[in-house]
């Protein structure tokens, strides 16, 4: 009887298994057939597989409360048969994030077995596995060290203070104030253009594609034709470097590490750092600026008590956690995560917004204070594919915010917030535009 029972089990894993493999071909070769024909594959995707991208205000949806108080890792299935599993609780999310074997996050795998795109690898560090993570990440480390980006910090006083000044003559001359257009962007923009060394007067261009590739509303092909074209463009700035190289990090690669390093490599590379640098950075504070508009006690806090801005950016991260979902990673051998097994070749999604809203966290997580002790928090991510930039991130954050509000300390939001433009579903969540008034 038990052989017989076995051997049944076996034999309907195999089926499984057929069934599995023979609905990824289909799959994939009909979304070829879409994609030539102009019809991008997101359409396809059903809206609970959306549901860990959407909001409710700055709120992650309920929907994900309901998940993690279900199960912390519970069955996430998505098209095109792919079986995932999706992590919203913190404990959880921290074990995934911070596994050093057992997962891979290449880009092929996004491709070859969830079937949603077939554009340019975008390489640099999120979408690479060791060894070739180990080796990148090892060449970048040093630059992204508090020794190394003290440095920057007069450089980003200078860059807020001009973009302050830039709001202070739009207001005198009568033209509307945006806090994202004027300040929240070009901010970190300016920043990443000074440490890598592009040129100023491209930036423009690269902001539009840097922020098309996160917003699944425009589509897959959309967001994976940005990633080729932004690496087109990244590859002539790695050329021009290659035969005069300048002071930021791009130049100091390639002299010190020119011969190991591709254009192609070096181009993914810049492509990561501008884009993890730019529109994150920029959604926080964009959005950041809506908490303090919104509560003038913590917009007094941050502008009359310098020692509370470390607290405060601190909290912001974790109750925003701007960057939704970490990359998906793919289970390469079999593992057990939050008491849940977990098959070879299963997908594995990581809810960064909900786990760091999960009560084990922290008391009352749903609730935003800026005087919380400090928390492990997961906004940049846990483990070897955590964000490199945290650092300069935070030093943004920190010269940013007190400016602003030392500067114009009558700072209004000219809107309803109910009618802000907020994304509706994008991996790094943020707003359009937030008009504000100075006086």
Not at 36 to 42: F, I, N, V
Not at 254 to 282: C, K, N, Y
Not at 335 to 342: A, F, H, L, P
Not at 384 to 398: D, P, S, V
């Amino acid at each position: 009887m038990v052989t017989v029972n076995r051997t049944g089990t076996v034999l309907a894993r195999g089926l499984d298994a057929v069934r599995s493999r023979a609905t990824g071909f289909v799959a994939r070769h009909y979304l070829a057939w879409r994609s030539r024909r102009g019809l991008d594959p997101m359409s396809l995707i059903p809206d609970y597989a959306l549901m860990p991208l959407r909001r409710e205000g700055l709120d992650p949806v309920s929907d994900l409360r309901e998940a993690r108080e279900d199960h912390p890792v519970r069955d996430f299935p998505l098209p095109f048969g792919v079986k995932a599993w999706l992590v919203t609780g913190h404990e959880e999310a921290r074990e995934v994030l911070g596994r050093t074997h057992g997962l891979s996050t290449d880009f092929g795998n996004l491709v070859g077995r969830a079937g949603i795109g077939s554009g340019q690898n975008p390489g640099g560090l999120g979408f690479t596995d060791p060894p070739d993570h180990t080796r990148l990440r090892r060449l970048l480390t040093p630059e992204f060290t508090g020794r190394r980006l003290s440095r920057l910090g007069p450089r980003i006083t200078e860059i807020v203070d001009g973009r302050l000044d830039a709001m202070a003559d739009l207001a005198a001359r009568g033209e509307e104030v945006d806090l994202v257009r004027d300040f929240a962007t070009p901010i970190p923009s300016l920043t990443i253009c000074e440490l890598l060394g592009i040129p100023y007067d491209e930036r423009d261009e690269f902001q539009a594609l840097s922020t098309a590739r996160f917003d699944l509303l425009a589509g897959a092909t959309a967001a994976f034709d940005k990633i080729s074209e932004s690496l087109v463009y990244l590859r002539g700035v790695v050329e021009r470097q290659r035969a005069e190289p300048g002071d930021g990090l791009l130049g100091m690669l390639i002299r010190e590490h020119g011969d190991e390093l591709g254009t192609d490599e070096l181009a993914e590379l810049a492509d990561g750092l501008l884009t993890g640098g730019l529109e994150t950075s920029a959604s926080m504070l964009a959005l950041g600026g809506v908490i303090l508009l919104r509560d003038p006690a913590v917009a007094a806090m941050v502008r009359d008590e310098p020692d509370s801005v470390h607290g405060f950016v601190e909290e912001l991260l974790r109750y925003l956690t701007v960057v939704q979902i970490a990359f998906p990673r793919f289970a390469t051998e079999p593992m057990t995560i939050g008491g849940v097994d977990i098959a070879e070749g299963d997908g594995i999604l990581v809810s960064l917004s909900a786990a760091d809203r999960d009560p084990r966290l922290t008391a009352d997580p749903e609730v935003f204070d800026p005087r919380r002790p400090p928390t492990p928090h997961l906004a940049f991510g846990h483990g070897i594919h955590r964000c490199i930039g945290a650092e300069l991130a935070r030093m943004e954050l920190r010269t940013a915010y007190p400016a602003l509000l030392r500067r114009f300390p009558a700072l209004t939001m000219a809107t309803d917030e109910r009618t802000l433009p907020l994304r509706g579903t994008s991996i790094v969540y943020g707003v359009d535009a937030l008009p504000v008034s100075l006086h």
